[in-house]
């Protein structure tokens, strides 16, 4: 343990140097994972779907609020829609008014859990969020996830009827619109897990935010341990029971997230607690005090010890000093 806590002073102290550096590094990742992504899902137009291009707007949104990916993606996902069906653009730009009036409104520094949320759907552990959430949000960031796996239902419902959307016929206009809303509407998949990571986050915030021991293991363990029961519930409920492996494995990943987000955040020592009391002239306060867990790195000091000198007198001299027989002192 003790390896781990110096590991984690040295990467704290490595951040605290190059922060300006790595945050922007982290915010270029991000935005690179978003649009490739984006491309790899609804990549109808040519122009946008090479990696140069996510390469150039990753690039771009690393010197902008994190907000912009948001905004770009957007923009990238219209595009795209639009080289596919006219209809599903209207529907999706509408949609996205929506979402982000409510979110710049309600949510508007929440743009990791916005953007990472479809990305992380994408990838099938989707879990992770509502446990990171929970753990260092506030609860109005439930809503940026929301939108995120709002949109994420959205284009997975234009990919499966991709075909539909791609017909040119005027009269199927409406069973176009009909095509793009029907995946988010009818969704009961959608409706489980929205409904399932939005108690996941606020009950994982409600008892990490209580003065019990241990509060975060706690949290993250009853939080995913009900995420779990839901989901399960609903898979079975649905008999969408192809997902339960998925499920389990995204659960195990969030639990992972969540130890990890504890042991850099709120790594305590609750052997040390201490309550102390003081007053003023109107309340008495008690204060329950529970220490950090802190290694200080080891600093190693080499002192260099000059070899000593040699400042004697040799026999000549001590012979002509004394202007006597240098052999009398060899004996």
């Given amino acids: 343990?003790?390896?781990?806590?110096?590991?984690?002073?040295?990467?704290?102290?490595?951040?605290?140097?190059?922060?300006?550096?790595?945050?922007?590094?982290?915010?270029?990742?991000?935005?690179?994972?978003?649009?490739?992504v984006i491309n790899g899902s609804v990549g109808y137009m040519d122009a946008l779907k090479s990696p140069v291009t996510a390469i150039i707007?990753?690039?771009?949104?690393?010197?902008?609020?994190?907000?912009?990916?948001?905004?770009?993606?957007?923009?990238?996902?219209?595009?795209?829609?639009?080289?596919?069906?006219?209809?599903?653009?209207?529907?999706?730009?509408?949609?996205?008014?929506?979402?982000?009036?409510?979110?710049?409104?309600?949510?508007?520094?929440?743009?990791?859990?916005?953007?990472?949320?479809?990305?992380?759907?994408?990838?099938?552990?989707?879990?992770i969020m509502p446990t990171a959430i929970g753990l260092y949000r506030e609860p109005?960031?439930?809503?940026?996830?929301?939108?995120?796996?709002?949109?994420?239902?959205?284009?997975?419902?234009?990919?499966?009827?991709e075909s539909l959307l791609s017909a040119s016929e005027e009269q199927d206009a409406i069973s176009k619109?009909?095509?793009?809303?029907?995946?988010?509407?009818?969704?009961?998949?959608?409706?489980?897990?929205a409904g399932a990571f939005i108690l996941t986050a606020l009950l994982v915030y409600v008892i990490r935010r209580q003065s019990v021991k241990h509060a975060w293991s706690i949290a993250i363990g009853v939080g995913n341990v009900c995420n779990l029961g839901i989901l399960l519930g609903g898979s079975f409920l649905t008999g969408n029971t192809k997902e339960i492996l998925w499920i389990v494995l995204g659960t195990a990943a969030a639990v992972v997230v969540g130890l990890l987000m504890e042991f850099f955040l709120f790594h305590l020592d609750y052997t040390r607690t201490e309550r102390v009391q003081f007053e003023d002239d109107e309340?008495?306060?008690?204060?329950?005090?529970?220490?950090?867990?802190?290694?200080?790195?080891?600093?190693?000091?080499?002192?260099?010890?000059?070899?000593?000198?040699?400042?004697?007198i040799s026999k000549k001299d001590l012979a002509d000093e004394f202007e006597i027989d240098r052999e009398l002192l060899d004996d």
């Fill in 1 to 36: 343990m003790t390896k781990l806590l110096e590991f984690r002073e040295m990467l704290q102290s490595f951040y605290g140097k190059y922060d300006l550096y790595i945050r922007h590094a982290i915010r270029f990742l991000v935005a690179l994972t978003v649009f490739l």
């Fill in 57 to 127: 707007l990753g690039l771009i949104c690393t010197f902008l609020p994190m907000n912009a990916i948001a905004l770009f993606g957007a923009l990238m996902i219209l595009l795209h829609l639009y080289a596919l069906s006219l209809e599903a653009c209207v529907v999706c730009l509408l949609l996205l008014l929506l979402m982000f009036f409510m979110y710049f409104k309600l949510a508007p520094k929440n743009g990791y859990s916005a953007v990472l949320t479809p990305v992380l759907c994408c990838f099938r552990i989707p879990e």
């Fill in 140 to 161: 109005y960031s439930v809503l940026s996830m929301a939108c995120g796996m709002i949109l994420y239902y959205f284009l997975r419902g234009i990919k499966e009827n």
């Fill in 177 to 193: 619109f009909t095509a793009v809303l029907q995946p988010v509407i009818e969704s009961q998949e959608l409706k489980i897990m």
């Fill in 283 to 312: 309340y008495y306060y008690y204060v329950k005090a529970v220490p950090k867990v802190f290694v200080p790195s080891k600093n190693k000091r080499v002192k260099q010890i000059n070899k000593r000198k040699n400042t004697g």
